[in-house]
């Protein structure tokens, strides 16, 4: 069954010269449609890139093209036998199961392999941002996007829920601050904001797709009004209550089928 595969999976992965070629192929092709051929992902890329430097943050998760080129049988076995052992992994089984007959299934399959302790590498957070950074992007694509990006504190910092509350405000829904402000008045076709909050200090974003001929500036100085605005004078009590009730019905929403509960 499943269980059994993943577990043949962790201990006895193959790796031959085919296999590798085959896959670099396919993850080469990935990283095209899903990067250099999207809009949207060469934006983000580049955002990530301004945003964090060197950092791993700052690198895309899939690699550059020429990360994935260099991949060999010798560093890709190395990386396996580092990371993929129980002791790095977690099992998420959902269903109309028997927990206790699951769980010892588990342990015999996973215990037969209890692996080393994981690798760890130790990274420090990236370095600070003290000043405003801009890049432009030339695309084959007929819309014009931008991508405003700001540093946040890591998950577990007490500002990570207010910031989920004010991305809510901004950009959910039809009665959303931005949907008023630039989405109505045709400034943007689209628009979203997201609190990327990660173990380490991640990225508040505000992303637009722009008419053909819209003003990045001009869409620019409405966002920047709107948050100076919400630094300035907060954000409304009853206002606040309804976006907190939102907020908890997105979570139940996304919990509802057996992926989110995952």
Partial sequence: DILEL?????RNCSMTADDIASETSVVLEEELLTHRDDPAGTLDSLLCSKAFGSHPYGRPIIGTPDDIRSFSAAKL??????????SNAVISVVGDIDSQAVHAKIRDLFGKNTGHPALKPQIAAANPVTEQLRAN??????????????????????????LSLISVYLASGRSSRFEELLVKPSLVLDISVS????????????????????????????????LDRIGREGIRSDTLKTLKTRREAWSVLSNADPLGRA
């Fill in 6 to 10: 993943e577990a043949d999976r962790m």
């Fill in 77 to 86: 076995r190395k990386y396996y036998r580092n990371f993929y052992t129980p």
């Fill in 137 to 162: 992007v030339e695309h084959p694509s007929h819309l014009p996007r931008i991508s405003i990006g700001f540093r946040v504190p890591e998950a577990n910092h007490a500002d990570s829920a207010p």
């Fill in 195 to 226: 609190t990327n909050t990660l173990i380490m200090p991640g990225l508040y974003t505000v992303q637009a797709m722009l008419p053909h001929d819209g003003s990045p500036s001009r869409v620019e100085d409405v966002i920047f009004g709107e």
